[in-house]
């Protein structure tokens, strides 16, 4: 059964460190909120406000970048990821830089201080995004399908054409003790011969062995992996990231194959669109349309598990 408030930070938590792709320092301070406004980021330096919304997603090469006025910001999935897999959906996040710190490339160090930070209860009750019906995006062999399901599950395949990677697949029902125990330490990867590559386009300049997996032929060559399988639990943990951008918790079953960013942010985007394949809901009971005799808070059916 699905939380049925909303949450926010019970108090302010800062966190500190670089951007993997330029490498500037950056501070960051998660603030509570008083009433449901979703996640925020506010960039100080220009006072920009950016509503971590998929319509303001720009560049999705290597990472989620939000653009708004002109500005750019990147790297927003793993707090984003760590945010909506502990079911904190409202809050004020003030950044001092146009990347957000890679710490040690999972969402880890974010779950950490927002559990530290602790959690409250908002006014009101938590709106979801309910699927009504199956919503699909394909692209070169790579597809997305959101269909129907009480909670929010995920099933991710990969199949890189790579020795140490390979094939992974993975399905979690998510809660946040699942979330922070099976995917939120997870660390982005790459392939050794991405790493020449990326720094040639002045990309990855804080990248290292610190905050990314990199794959040689032979395996990894960091110490040790976090799981056998810690590739597709990395994807599963970005699209957590990714779908925060729907502005609201889902319930559905959401299937990949071979996808990444771009066609993460190309599956939220398709079901926002299409309206008649979703309906707000609350708690999992759907508000419209109402049955004629019963009222919010009693449902004619009953709730599945
Ligand atoms: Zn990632």
Redesign the pocket.
């Known amino acids: 059964m699905p939380r049925t408030h909303p949450r926010t930070l019970r108090q302010p938590v800062t966190v500190t460190g670089r951007g993997l792709h330029f490498n500037r320092p950056c501070r960051v301070v998660i603030r509570p909120v008083e009433k449901a406004s979703g996640l925020r980021f506010l960039h100080e330096p220009s006072g920009i406000e950016i509503p971590a919304k998929a319509d303001l997603v720009g560049d999705l090469s290597l ?1 989620t970048t939000l653009v708004k006025d002109g500005l750019r910001f990147g790297t927003v ?2 707090l984003l990821a760590a945010l909506a897999g502990l079911e904190i959906e409202h809050a004020l996040i003030e950044v001092d830089s146009d990347e957000l710190p890679i710490l040690d490339g999972s969402a880890a160090p974010w779950v950490e201080a927002i559990l530290a930070a602790g959690a409250r209860n908002l006014p009101g009750a938590r709106r979801f995004i309910k699927v009504l019906r199956p919503v699909e995006v394909t692209e070169d062999g790579r597809w997305m399908r959101v269909s129907p399901h009480a909670g929010l599950r995920i099933r991710y395949t990969i199949d890189f054409d790579h020795p140490a990677i390979g094939r992974q697949s993975r399905e979690l029902s998510l809660d946040p003790e699942k979330f922070r125990r099976e995917l939120s330490n997870a660390r ?1 990867f790459c392939m050794e011969q991405d790493v020449e590559f990326m720094r040639s386009r002045g990309l990855a300049l804080g990248g290292s062995l610190e905050n990314a997996v990199v794959f040689a032929a032979k395996g990894p060559l960091n110490e040790a992996l976090r799981y056998e399988d810690e590739a597709v639990r ?1 994807k599963m ?2 699209l957590m990231g990714d779908l925060a951008l729907l502005g609201a918790p889902l319930l559905g079953l959401v299937e990949a194959h071979a996808a990444g960013h771009a066609l993460h942010v190309s599956l939220v985007k398709a079901l926002l669109a299409d309206t008649d394949a979703w309906t707000w809901s609350e708690g999992g009971e759907a508000i419209r349309p109402r049955p004629v005799f019963g009222h919010r808070g009693h449902s004619a059916q009953p709730i599945p598990a």
């Open positions: 990472s999935e793993h982005t990395h943990l970005d």
